[in-house]
């Protein structure tokens, strides 16, 4: 094997490197058993490929045992010497020369526990010898001199404790010590000694702990409600979170020593943490390491070099390849491709593992993991475990964090005002847009997952055209550039959820939009497997246009009017329970009376904000299209109150929010979701009382002046007149006359 294939194959194939190397040293112990060994101990990818070059380079480390050599190489040598193997040595101690069973490292070098010792005088009697202990002042001490201390530990911690909170249960502070350090009595000693000497450690100052049990002993105090006990703060970031990693005399928290080890990525030049260094030494940062063309791979599925996700017999698979079992859903009852739930056991689809929808627990929108697909619930509500469930230091809501600090939403937001704020500390007003619409990609990172998700690259050119420049650009407009409703974000996804379905199954059957024909589409529609057919039909007729397709038909659904039942003498007693009902809520009733008067959707009532009422020589106008409304009295008053005295659900006091309806969040109004749920709690059946306000207002007003009115388009109006069988060519006759004379 040359140097230089030696080299590629340590960055390519570590793991199999390491085990052709050892065996080639060792006969006895079979190809199988070494690559178990070797993968038990190289660990991750930078390991193994450290230990991988090192090998290559000095493969007599093998068997002769000897240092300098990375720990990896002992560790090794360790566990092939308990798996069996003869031929390899054990690490050799760099003092003695004898052979070790464990490792005692100085640098780069092993040493026995005997050559490892530290001479230094003793504090009791004054001779060089080896340090065995320390006493409670820290200074060293021989073996024949240890420093002896004949009190209960437990009893003098708790006397210690009666000062800051009298009363403290001893059976309580006994028992939380001896968990702090088990199997360790020596070492509970001295966090009793440090304790002693500075009692101030357990009422916040405890990042000056000389002991890391320390801190688990406050921890565990705090937990069984010992008053008076305060757990301490990161003295660099402030943050309440587990400080055991020590930093220039105090005790930090992960984040701020990853802030401490900021360097230079020599490839992309991002100051971070490094993850690891090249052949020169120099930094890379972790997204360097993970997109280093040297960690990919050709995936035996889509043939196409990627990073590898799982390895099996046949080779390597990509992300995207990677094989799920099928399995029947617990929430949907789809038989889809997923796994099993690690909060309830059991099996999830992939799309339900993708989803996001409003929990009908608690409400909120978050990723779904149990309940149905018409009453989902979300992971805090399947499993309400403290220990899974933080909640954000920034936003407060429960989410499940890797890592202390802001969940991923808050910590978008705060890089990207690092990023646009100027010298003052605010985002410049030109920069605003920018700074909202980059804090709100969520839609977009889930176009881009959908559509690599399938395996084809001609398929995911056609299904990128059809998110970027056909959903997107219409969601785009047709929002106008207000924010985008919750069912909307539905529609995308289920769009091109669908097309992904039917790329797929074309796929599996050999066939391409191009080369399929009328009766493979008609196969696909009428199989078990079909899934968003509808939604699919709209895929389908884009392509025809497209010219992606051809000589094929997809059926579409034309609304043929409303097909509920009209029943106006209802509607007009629910208008009148609202404007006389006093025990009802001013907020809900105004919202009931904006959908059974004037036909408005509760995503339009959520939107509104208190510059869509206005009030003008003691008239009260509600502006919902391009013309105001004139509120008749009863309803003018609500509009009214409601703009005096409106409040969030999160706070108690009135709230300086723009918006008529707001929500829980700050400066967000409420969710459509809520606003339809308050409106359902009323006895409000949404779609059919505003079918059955169009139809009435369509039967009053020509399409012209109810789009202008109400706020819709034009042609949703013309198509609720001729359902209501409205004939206004008299109207645009007389409109006419007028306007000539």
Not at 543 to 556: C, E, G, N, T, V
Not at 567 to 577: N, Q
Not at 615 to 631: F, I, N, S
Not at 674 to 702: D, H, V, Y
Request: glycine share 6%.
């Amino acid at each position: 094997m040359t140097a230089t294939g030696s080299a590629d194959r340590s960055v390519a194939d570590p793991i199999g490197l390491i085990t052709d190397l050892v065996a080639d040293a060792e006969s006895e112990l079979g190809s199988e058993t070494i690559r178990t060994v070797v993968t038990a101990v190289a660990g991750g990818r930078a390991k193994s490929r450290n230990l991988a070059k090192f090998l290559a380079t000095r493969p007599a480390a093998l068997t002769d045992g000897r240092s300098p050599a990375p720990r990896a190489v002992g560790d090794l040598l360790i566990a092939l010497r308990k798996a069996g193997a003869s031929a390899i040595s054990p690490p050799v101690c760099a003092g003695c020369g004898k052979g070790l069973r464990s490792l005692q490292r100085q640098g780069q070098d092993w040493y026995c526990w005997v050559c490892i010792k530290e001479t230094s005088e003793c504090a009791a009697c004054g001779n060089i010898r080896r340090v065995t202990f320390r006493d409670r002042k820290g200074l060293p001490r021989c073996s024949m001199c240890p420093d002896h201390d004949d009190r209960d530990p437990a009893t003098v911690i708790h006397t210690v404790i009666n000062t800051i909170a009298p009363g403290a249960d001893r059976d309580v502070v006994a028992e939380a010590l001896r968990r702090s350090a088990p199997h360790r009595p020596h070492y509970r000693q001295r966090v009793v000694w440090a304790l002693e000497e500075n009692p101030r450690l357990l009422t916040g100052e405890a990042h000056l702990s000389p002991h890391r049990a320390i801190l688990k002993f406050i921890d565990l105090l705090h937990e069984a409600g010992v008053a008076g006990i305060v757990r301490p703060s990161c003295p660099r970031c402030h943050r309440v979170v587990r400080i055991d990693k020590p930093l220039d005399g105090q005790r930090v928290c992960r984040n701020c020593i990853a802030k401490s080890r900021v360097e230079e990525c020599v490839r992309c030049g991002a100051r971070r943490e490094p993850a690891t260094r090249d052949e020169q030494g120099r930094p890379l940062c972790p997204n360097c390491l993970v997109t280093d063309p040297a960690n990919a791979e050709v995936c035996i599925g889509c043939k196409e070099r990627r990073r590898v996700h799982t390895r099996t017999a046949e080779g390597p698979l990509c992300p995207n390849c990677c094989p799920l079992s099928v399995l029947v859903c617990s929430i949907c009852g789809l038989t889809a491709p997923g796994n099993h739930s690690k909060l309830t056991g059991l099996p999830r689809c992939r799309g339900c593992f993708q989803r996001q929808a409003h929990c009908t627990t608690c409400g909120r929108v978050r990723g779904i993991h149990s309940g149905t697909a018409d009453a989902p619930v979300c992971g805090p509500c399947t499993k309400p475990d403290a220990e899974l469930w933080h909640p954000c230091p920034t936003c407060g809501q429960a989410e499940r964090l890797r890592s202390p600090g802001p969940c991923r939403r808050c910590t978008l937001k705060q890089r990207l005002h690092e990023l646009l704020a100027d010298d003052s500390g605010s985002i410049p007003p030109k920069l605003q847009a920018l700074n909202d619409a980059l804090a709100v990609v969520r839609l977009e990172r889930h176009v881009n997952d959908l559509v690599t998700s399938h395996t084809t690259a001609e398929g995911r050119k056609i299904l990128h055209r059809y998110a970027t420049w056909h959903l997107l650009r219409r969601l785009r407009r047709r929002s106008r550039g207000n924010d985008i409703t919750h069912t909307q974000l539905t529609v995308v996804r289920q769009h091109l959820r669908a097309a992904v379905h039917l790329l797929n199954w074309l796929e599996a059957q050999g066939l391409t939009l191009a080369t399929c024909r009328q009766a493979d589409l008609e196969r696909w529609m009428t199989s078990d497997d079909v899934r968003h057919r509808r939604e699919a039909g709209h895929f389908v007729r884009w392509a025809l246009a497209q010219k992606i397709a051809r000589d094929l038909s997809f059926p579409a659904v034309r609304w043929n009017g409303p097909s509920q039942a009209m029943d106006d003498e209802a509607r007009w007693a629910t208008a009148r329970r609202l404007l006389h009902d006093d025990t009802l809520k001013s907020e809900d009733r105004l919202a009931g009376l904006l959908l059974l008067i004037y036909a408005q959707w509760p995503a339009a009532i959520s939107r509104l904000t208190v510059d869509h009422i206005e009030e003008t020589d003691g008239a009260v106008r509600l502006r919902l299209g391009a013309v105001p409304v004139d509120l008749p009295g009863p309803v003018a008053e609500l509009a009214l109150q409601q703009v005096a005295v409106r409040r969030s659900h999160a706070v108690l006091a009135r709230t300086d929010s723009p918006w008529l309806f707001p929500g829980g969040q700050p400066g967000r109004p409420i969710s459509v979701w809520a606003m339809g749920e308050r409106l359902r709690k009323l006895g409000i059946r949404l779609a059919e009382t505003r079918s059955t306000a169009l139809f009435q207002l369509a039967t009053e007003l020509p399409a012209a002046v109810l789009a202008r009115t109400l706020g819709i388009d034009i042609t949703v109006a013309v198509k609720w007149q001729r359902a209501a069988a409205g004939d206004w060519g008299a109207y645009a006759a007389e409109v006419s006359r007028r306007n000539n004379s």
